[in-house]
């Protein structure tokens, strides 16, 4: 069965040092998300990204988040000069296509800034 | 803003009993209302969605919830649940013309022999 597949598993960082966390959507899909849930809170929304270009971002995602899709495949978060409180897990989600169709959850990448 | 309201944060069961985890949410114009479970050391899986049609939608595993439009809920049930059903559950809603799904807190399901 396809699935969203997300490394590394778990990351430690310094404060102040850039991270890249990885994802790899389901193949066929053309909608893709970042997702934090900071511990004991929500799962929040970041970003929605197609056809290359975000589509929606949320308030969260500020100056220090970006996105890529570099080579058709992989869909990455960067976080430049990370903060403690962006320690949190990350989930990649992907979708066949906008609107009612089911998005899939990578497994999450726990970001610890130290 | 959509929110989307879990009441209950931890809920404690025994093998077998029934079980009903609530789900609220905030504007019911044009809404997808979704139920994704994380068991220990996994992503989030979908469970069941509402999207429109029948009010009562079903999983695979036994669990249905119901859209009530009156009282913007769409709360999970099972008649008998297993050990195996000890996970998190989390409600979420999209609004019609956006992207993103907003979730609840989550709800803590244990099951004890």
């Known amino acids: 069965e396809p699935e969203v597949t997300q490394t590394p598993s778990h990351q430690v960082t310094q404060m102040g040092q850039e991270v890249i966390l990885r994802c790899v959507p389901i193949s066929n899909h053309l909608y893709f998300y970042w997702y934090r849930q900071i511990l004991g809170q929500k799962v929040e929304f970041l970003v929605s990204?197609?056809?290359?270009?975000?589509?929606?971002k949320s308030e969260i995602f500020d100056d220090q988040f970006s996105v890529e899709r570099p080579d058709g495949s992989n869909f990455t978060l960067k976080i430049r000069s990370t903060k403690l409180e962006d320690s949190a897990m990350y989930f990649c989600?992907?979708?066949?296509?906008?609107?009612?169709?089911?998005?899939?959850f990578g497994q999450g990448t726990r970001l610890t800034v130290v | 803003a959509q929110s989307v309201t879990q009441l209950d944060s931890q809920v404690p069961v025994f093998e077998e009993a029934p079980v009903e985890l609530r789900c609220n949410y905030s504007?019911?114009?044009?809404?997808?209302l979704f139920w994704y479970v994380q068991y220990p050391n996994q992503g989030l899986q979908l469970l069941l969605k509402y999207l429109s049609g029948s009010t009562l939608v079903e999983s695979i595993n036994g669990f249905e919830a119901e859209f009530n439009k009156s009282q913007t809920s769409f709360h999970l049930r099972k008649p008998s649940v297993h050990i195996s059903d000890t996970a998190e559950y989390f409600c979420?809603?999209?609004?019609?013309?956006?992207?993103?799904?907003?979730f609840g807190k989550g709800t803590k399901l244990t099951v004890n022999p």
């Open positions: 990204f197609y056809n290359n270009e975000i589509s929606e």
């Open positions: 979420a809603v999209i609004q019609g013309g956006s992207e993103k799904l907003v």
């Open positions: 989600a992907s979708r066949v296509k906008q609107g009612s169709t089911e998005a899939f």
């Open positions: 504007s019911s114009v044009s809404v997808y």
